[in-house]
Structures are given as C-alpha cells and as structure tokens.
C-alpha cells in the first residue's frame, strides 16, 4: 500500500524524524492562508500523487496532448516556457495562489504515470530551506541477506537506480536487525559515508535510527527519502518522503490502513482484494486466471516468450469459489485491452472437474467477446476436460502449459 507524501511526513514527524513543516489545500485560494501559516518568504508547493518524478512532471488540462506531455516530463522534448512543474518554489503570497491554481484540478503527467497521468486534488505546501547538501537515505527488504537493508548516498536529488547502475560505490548498505534496530556504530558508518560531521552528525545519527525504526515498527516494504537535505544551519531533514508498506501486515496498522487514498488506487485491484484475488494489472492483452502465485508467474513469462504480452496477474488461489472465479473473469473482461483469457489451473484442493463448470457458468453469465483458452492439470482433470469439450461453448482446450500459450498468443493476435 501506498501512502502521500504529506502522509508519510505526519508517520516521520509522529516518530520524531525531522520533516520541514507543510500544510495540505485542496482550493488555490487556500495557498494564501497556508502562506502566511508557514512564515511567508520560500515557500513549495508540491502535487500529492502516488507517483514519482513530480519536479520534471507536468500539469496538464483535459485538452492537452499527454503524449507530449510524458515527451516532455521524460525530458525527450524541451519544456515550453510557463509549463507548470508538480513541484514548484515561490517566494509570494500571489503566486501561491497562481501555482496551487495551476495543479489543483490538473492532471499530473511524470515518466512513472504514463500518458495517462494522475489527478491532482490535493497539494502539499510547505517551508523552503537554505540546501548546503542534498543526500539520499532508502529501506528496503533485501531477499537475498533476508533482512531490511539501509541505503545511503551523497548523491541525493538523483534516481537512485542511475546512482546503482553508473557509480553503485557511492551507495552504502547497512544490514538491519529488526529485533535490535540501528546500531549505533552502523549509524556512524551512514554518517561517515555521508561525510556528516559535527553536531550535523549526531543529529543524524538520531534521524537515521528513528529512520529505520518506523520502517520496522509499521511493516513497510519501502522508504525512501530523496532528497534528504543538510541545512545551511547544519539541520538534517526529510525534504521528500515515499513510504511503501506490506498489504499482509495492514490488520496490525488500522492507523495505516486508514491512509488509503483510493482514488490513487487502480478499481480493478479494489475490486479483486475485495473478493481476496490477488490482482496486479499490467499492459499487455492477454489476460490470465491461474491458481496459484508460482503457476501464475511461470504463464505469464511463457506467454512472453511466445510472443504475448500478458494484461494481468490473477491468482484466485487454492480454495477459490464459483463467485471468485466469477468475479474473476468480469475483471478480466472490464478492461478493452484485453483481446483473449488464459485460464491455466492445477487442481489440487480446487478439483478441475469443478473449475470447469465454474468456468462454464461463467461462460453462460458473462459475455465472452474474446477467445477463452483452458488448460487443465490435477485432480479428476479427464471429468473436467470432457465437460468443457462437450459444452458446445468456443472453449479452446489445451493440453499442456506451452500448448496453452502458444494458442492464445495465436488467438490474440488473431482477434487483434
């Protein structure tokens, strides 16, 4: 799940972690009083999207191009002059108003949204700060060592994956124990690493400690602070903030759970977690339905490597249901990019003789404007089989893994 940046902010701030002060408008003429509330002088207003890219992005009305406007936000195509960024400095109480008006009700296109984009309907205005340094601080869980790893860099205000593929001897790494938190000698190496030094390091000794501690303590998945700035006065603070946290742990965090925007959130991915599906859309136009997180993973990449571009991850699971597998295909069968469905099932606990007349009730109840491709293993697979050979439904039936992807990448390219 994500979170706002102005949200994340309020969990550092709750934690003791140093954030600039900020306060959330969704009017323009409230950037006036937000103004005013923080001091007046440098101020920055910052669209709140889940998405990043923000400073290079740009807001657009409904009639713009967004093709050019991704060109221009991916810096393919020079920024035409008075193009509003998603992030914007000023030093006015009139041009707050004028830079909230030019992204509140706006679309936001960056290079991580797409053409698409994002709408803006809240921005985050906030105190500036005098940079004497702009750093990098992220956390993430590293399946390799088995633990949350701290990352730190001096070169903050970049994409951390160009840091890691051209210069990655400029990111140090601290492993984590989550039972003991950051030590205090790991917090020295992040402070030497960054060439922290002074009063400037012990207060980033505290920061990173309380850093890590509340990516333990809230079960996230990832944290990550670019920039994290050092002060002209030798502050270190959380100039950004991105918190990522882990679905499965959510029951623990009601304080989290309830800072799901779902506005931000994709409808077919609610629908499914609403139904316990575990749906991830992707871009392709074949669609899949799969029992089983490894089943689905291996069909997605033999329909790539076939030549086809999967539309979707769904696992409806070992124990699935007539309703789930229903609720299944009318997600599927919502989006127009799809142009064929996989059904790839290995009956276990779910019997295949059972899956095929959920699949056929389906069949029955929905309208199928796309060729269905079965593929069927496991327990009373034969039963199964014959009940869809002989339902007289266009049911094209498979009789291996690869058999299956093979035919519908040939049915999609064919219904395309």
């Not at 509003?84 to 290079?111: H, P």
């Not at 977690?273 to 749906?279: N, P």
């Not at 014959?386 to 999609?412: M, N, P, Q």
Request: proline share 3%; glycine share 10%; aromatic share 4%.
């Amino acid at each position: 799940m994500k979170v706002h940046e102005y949200q994340a902010k309020d969990l550092l701030k709750a934690a003791g972690v140093a954030v600039p002060a900020g306060i959330v408008i969704t009017k323009p003429d409230d950037a006036a009083s937000a103004y005013d509330e923080l001091g007046g002088g440098l101020i920055v207003l910052k669209a709140q999207v889940h998405a990043g890219g923000r400073g290079k992005g740009v807001a657009i009305g409904p009639d713009a191009d967004r093709a050019e406007a991704l060109e221009i936000a991916s810096g393919r195509k020079p920024r035409p002059e008075g193009m509003a960024k998603g992030v914007q400095i000023i030093q006015s109480r009139k041009a707050a108003v004028d830079a909230a008006a030019s992204l509140l009700g706006k679309t936001l296109v960056t290079y991580q949204t797409g053409p698409d984009g994002q709408a803006i309907t809240k921005v985050l205005v906030t105190t500036g700060h005098k940079i004497a340094r702009e750093l990098y601080l992220g956390m993430a869980v590293d399946r390799g060592l088995q633990c949350p790893v701290l990352m730190a860099s001096t070169e903050g205000g970049v994409e951390i994956e160009t840091v890691a593929k051209q210069t990655p001897e400029k990111i140090h790494r601290e492993p984590i124990d989550v039972g003991l938190g950051l030590g205090g000698f790991q917090a020295r190496k992040i402070c030497k690493a960054l060439n922290l030094t002074g009063a400037t390091a012990k207060k980033g000794e505290v920061f990173f400690k309380q850093f890590v501690q509340i990516f333990i303590d809230k079960d996230a998945s990832l944290a990550e602070i670019n920039p994290l700035i050092v002060t002209e006065e030798g502050d270190v603070l959380a100039l950004d903030c991105k918190l990522n946290f882990d679905d499965n742990a959510l029951f623990r965090h009601s304080d989290v759970a309830a800072l799901l925007d779902v506005s931000e959130e994709d409808p077919a991915e609610l629908r499914a977690a609403e139904s316990g599906l575990s749906y991830v859309s992707l871009d392709g136009n074949i669609a899949c339905l799969v029992n089983g997180a490894g089943l689905a993973m291996s069909t997605m990449d033999l329909i790539k490597y076939h030549g086809g571009e999967p539309a979707n991850f769904l696992d409806v699971g070992g124990g699935a249901d007539k309703e789930q597998v229903l609720e299944g295909f009318r997600i599927l069968l919502s989006s127009p990019r799809v142009q064929a469905v996989l059904v790839n099932i290995f009956g276990g606990i779910m019997k295949c003789d059972i899956i095929a007349s959920a699949l056929l009730a389906a069949y029955n109840e929905l309208d199928f404007r796309v060729p269905l491709v079965v593929r069927l293993e496991g327990t009373n697979v034969e039963t199964g089989k014959k009940l869809l050979e002989e339902s007289g439904r266009r049911i094209i039936t498979a009789s291996g893994l690869t058999d299956a992807a093979k035919k519908v990448v040939a049915a999609a390219k064919n219904a395309a």
